[in-house]
């Protein structure tokens, strides 16, 4: 069985700081990880995702994720936040063998202010 | 359009009205899924599908709920005697291939069902 938790379901920032957004996995074995952003209204969106290549994810409009084995981890890093990264967050997890499907966390609202 | 295109986007039943919800995928993905948001909650799991095999049910929370894929394409989600817990946003996905070989899913934006 696997499953992700996201620390914290809400996240405030100023503009222009550091965002962090904290996901941790379990998983019996090694797992694909990803992570999802969903504006008002809107679908998922893809924002980046490993599949055991490089540890170091860069994804799109800035965000970037480091998966740490040792610690379980896969937490989502932006250097400078904007306003139009307000947003709803998603980690999600799938085995990387066999059939497989994700699974999700329950999700960190980004609210970004001025 | 190029997406995963849901239809209809949003859905108001009465209590006892049966819905069905249509997921138009990607042209050429395989596998498709179905997942079912709740209020301030992560997507949760409800079926997959290869081509037109319902390869897992396994999320579905009932038996009033039936999903359906008969020529590999287009899929509709089906809710019996709609109840107000099945208030929420159903989302579908499609993806080229299996998730365990690299592949992305892409979702649609969602049917939002409210049922009173």
């Known amino acids: 069985a696997q499953s992700v938790t996201q620390l914290g379901s809400h996240v405030s920032v100023s503009e222009g700081a550091l965002v962090l957004l904290r996901c941790n996995y379990s998983s019996s074995v090694p797992p694909y990880l990803f992570w999802y952003v969903q504006y008002p209204n809107q679908g998922l969106q893809l924002l980046l995702k490993?599949?055991?290549?490089?540890?170091l994810v860069k994804g799109i409009n800035g965000f970037e994720a480091e998966f740490k084995k040792s610690e379980t981890s896969f937490h989502l890093t932006k250097p400078s936040a904007h306003m139009s990264d307000a947003a709803e967050y998603f980690c999600?997890?799938?085995?990387?063998?066999?059939?497989?499907?994700?699974?999700f966390g329950k999700g960190t609202m980004l609210l970004v202010s001025p | 359009g190029a997406g995963v295109s849901q239809s209809p986007r949003y859905k108001v039943a009465k209590r006892g009205q049966d819905v069905a919800l249509r997921c138009d995928p990607i042209s050429g993905h395989v596998s498709l899924f179905w997942y079912q948001q709740a209020l301030g909650q992560g997507p949760e799991f409800l079926t997959y599908f290869q081509n037109e095999a319902q390869l897992d049910k396994s999320g579905l929370p009932s038996d009033r709920f039936f999903a359906e894929r008969p020529e590999g394409s287009v899929s509709t989600l089906k809710i019996q005697r709609t109840q107000q817990e099945d208030s929420a946003v159903y989302l579908c996905?499609?993806?080229?291939?299996?998730?365990?070989?690299?592949?992305?899913?892409?979702f649609g934006e969602g049917s939002w069902l409210t049922v009173v």
């Open positions: 996905a499609s993806s080229l291939g299996s998730l365990s070989t690299g592949n992305t899913i892409y």
């Open positions: 490993y599949t055991s290549a490089a540890t």
């Open positions: 999600a997890v799938s085995p990387n063998s066999g059939y497989s499907t994700l699974t």
